[in-house]
């Protein structure tokens, strides 16, 4: 399979070649049908009528207007209409044959004789001159217009290979000097960095290696989630090599035409050979490098795997000293080919990871390099406020902020930008609607009713902020985040976190006795929970250690894991219910012995509409959790 396989099979072609010529033809008929009857409309209908008599006698009766002759044959026009039984139609038009045997000279003189105008030209209302000369060269300049259309369009998303223009890549290539990101550039992730410090060495200097029997890699990939630099660290790498730079999209080898793919790969690598020291970056590669395994071959995947096959060539054609890396980037590594990952291929991984609370500090140190901070500014308490967020993220808060600063008029850009700015990216923007008295105060209360169950319950992460402000979808927010760096959650975690999504329809079960439809998202996540504990991570006895769900908690399980039968699948559904049940009766429980403190956090709320985490903790008469914000990501409920 590794083995690269033609590109642009005639085969692979021909249905949409098929297509396309249909249609051509089609248009083609249409065109000239569409002509021919606006510039040639057919000669009019002519009776025909005998020479002698009947033309003669038209003729001396002093009936005919007017001749012209083509060849033998005398067309004209009557001066009024006449009707020959012969046909029944009447009409002006006629056309009559002279015989050979008469005499010309005889014929004119009476022609004369009666004044009968006789016309150089023809009588048949022939198409004008620009218009004949159209319908000669009309179909003639359609083919060749259609053509160059359509060369122009397989030139612009490069069709088919082996033609000049067609098959390019649509890699754009930057070159170095025109690279102005550099490793000061990237802050935040310095694993990753320093192991893509060789990788800039040998661009450098690619001489120095193979030297004492070393193999550089030549492909190296980075993984990570959205967001956290990896196309920002392929840049910098080639920026720190001075090295040329060709960037394309895995999804865009595969488009509209089939067979391009590979022949795009090809040109790219051609292209990257003749500019070395250069880098390659594949971005987003999962899309040409996803498991070939269990999948039903078809045109796409097809079309998918020769690409995916045209890089494994290019890139064992690598001889080790040629200054040619491949950089690739994807946000799943788990589903790639295992193809790509042998030895020779993408045999380097960095993994890119989220930032911690430090890296966060460094990555707001880059991006606030030209924005004039007020001294107000504290980026170590922003950087610990943001756990879970991401280079992009952060990059984001900063311009976020600047634009809030410029808008407010301030001078510099102050703390209260930064964490307002911070506020509508991780809540989104205020929404601006007044809700009536008795929804705010049913808000309030749901509110309430979160963070009272995540401050009363062992193993709930400490709240930081409730709020009864209206943004997106939600009326208001609970924001829950863990003390410590997590790496992994405990069975009482996760019963907390049940909980605690409950804790907004249990208060409002607990205060009017009835719910409303405000708990649908609560709803939902807490459901995802309970079904990844059973189905996931064997927290259920009745289940027991068996994965009976897909990594997201929904779906088939991917291949590998054990196919689970129905019975299966309805133990998972009565352990869930069972659990979120439990749970239920416990959050209900706990809020009717607390009601006092539910009342007085929810009054609170409706005075303030935002509490931090001590004064909620405060309003609901608990001591506050001291934060110590570290990098798990918040759960919001
Ligand atoms: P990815 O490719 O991993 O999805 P990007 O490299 O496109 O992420 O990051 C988007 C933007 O976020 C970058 O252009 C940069 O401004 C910012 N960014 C992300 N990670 C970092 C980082 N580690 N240091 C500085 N800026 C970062
Ligand atoms: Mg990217
Ligand atoms: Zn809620």
Request: glycine residues 8%.
């Given at each position: 399979?590794d083995?690269a396989?033609?590109a ?149 998303s490069g ?8 098959g390019r890549s649509k890699a754009r290539r930057v070159?170095?000097?025109?690279i102005?990101v ?10 990753a960095?320093?192991e893509l410090?060789?990788i800039v060495?040998f661009l ?12 550089m890699p030549h492909g190296v990939l980075l993984s990570g989630a959205p967001g956290t630099g990896k196309t920002l660290l392929a840049r910098a790498v080639a920026g720190?090599a001075?090295a040329a730079f060709f960037s394309i999209s895995a999804s865009e080898f595969i488009e509209?035409?089939?067979?391009v793919g590979a022949s795009r790969v090809r040109d790219l690598f051609e292209k990257a050979r003749e500019a070395k020291p250069s880098i390659v970056f594949i971005d987003e590669l999962d899309a040409v490098g996803r498991s070939r ?7 796409a995947n097809?079309e998918r795997e020769q690409t995916l096959n045209q890089i494994l060539t290019e890139m064992d054609g690598f001889?080790?000293?040629e200054a040619v890396v491949v950089l690739a980037a994807t946000n799943r590594p788990e589903i790639l080919d295992s193809a790509l990952l042998r030895p020779g291929r993408f045999d380097r991984r960095v993994a890119v ?285």
């Open positions: 399979m083995t396989s033609p642009n099979t005639p085969n692979r072609w021909l249905p949409h070649r098929n297509r396309g010529v249909l249609i051509f033809v089609a248009l083609f008929v249409a065109l000239n049908v569409a002509f021919a009857r606006l510039f040639a409309p057919g000669a009019p209908p002519r009776v025909p009528i005998a020479f002698a008599p009947s033309f003669l006698t038209q003729v001396q009766a002093g009936h005919v207007s007017s001749i012209a002759t083509r060849g033998d044959t005398i067309v004209g026009t009557f001066k009024a209409a006449q009707r020959y039984p012969a046909t029944g139609v009447s009409t002006t038009l006629f056309s009559t044959e002279v015989p050979v045997f008469w005499n010309t000279d005889q014929l004119s003189a009476l022609l004369q004789a009666k004044g009968v105008r006789i016309n150089a030209q023809s009588t048949t209302q022939t198409a004008s001159v620009p218009a004949r000369l159209l319908l000669g060269f009309g179909p003639t300049l359609l083919i060749v217009g259609l053509f160059v259309l359509v060369a122009r369009r397989a030139a612009r069709g088919l290979g082996g033609l000049g223009g067609f070159d170095p000097e025109r102005p550099t490793f000061a550039d990237v802050a935040g992730i310095d694993e960095k320093a410090t060789e060495d450098r200097r690619p001489e120095r290696y193979g030297r004492l029997g070393g193999r720190e001075r509209a035409i089939v067979g395994q269990g999948q039903i071959s078809g045109g097809d001889e080790s000293a990871h989220a930032p911690d609370r430090h890296g966060r500090r460094q990555i707001l140190d880059v991006h606030t390099r030209s924005i004039p901070l007020a001294p107000s500014v504290d980026l170590d308490a922003l950087a610990a406020s943001m756990p879970g967020m991401v280079g992009a993220d952060l990059a984001n808060l900063a311009n976020e902020a600047a634009l809030l600063a410029t808008r407010r008029d301030h001078d510099r850009v102050e703390m209260i930008d930064f964490t307002d700015s911070l506020e509508k990216i991780m809540l989104g923007a205020p929404r601006g609607i007044v809700l009536l008295p008795a929804d705010r105060e049913r808000t309030a209360y749901h509110e309430a009713g979160h963070a009272l169950v995540g401050m009363l319950t062992p193993g709930a992460d400490p709240v930081r902020k409730v709020s009864i402000i209206p943004r997106g979808r939600a009326l208001g927010v609970t924001i829950s985040t863990p003390d410590v760096d997590r790496v992994s959650l405990s069975r009482q975690e996760l019963d907390a976190m049940i909980s605690v999504a409950l804790g907004g329809r249990a208060a409002e079960e607990v205060v009017y006795g009835q719910i409303s439809t405000g708990a649908e998202a609560d709803i939902q996540q807490l459901t995802q929970i309970a079904r990844q504990m059973v189905g996931r991570w064997g927290m259920s006895a009745a289940i027991g250690p068996v994965a009976v769900l897909a990594s997201d908690g929904y779906g088939p399980l991917l291949p590998g894991a054990s196919e689970t039968s129905e019975a299966t699948q309805e133990l998972v559904d009565t352990e869930v219910r069972r659990i979120i049940e439990n749970a239920h009766v416990e959050v209900t429980t706990l809020l009717i012995e607390h009601r006092d403190q539910l009342d007085s956090l929810a009054n609170a709320l409706l005075m303030a509409e935002t509490l931090d985490g001590i004064d909620a903790y405060t309003a609901a008469q608990l001591p506050a959790r001291l934060p110590d914000p570290c990098d798990s990501p918040a759960l919001v409920t």
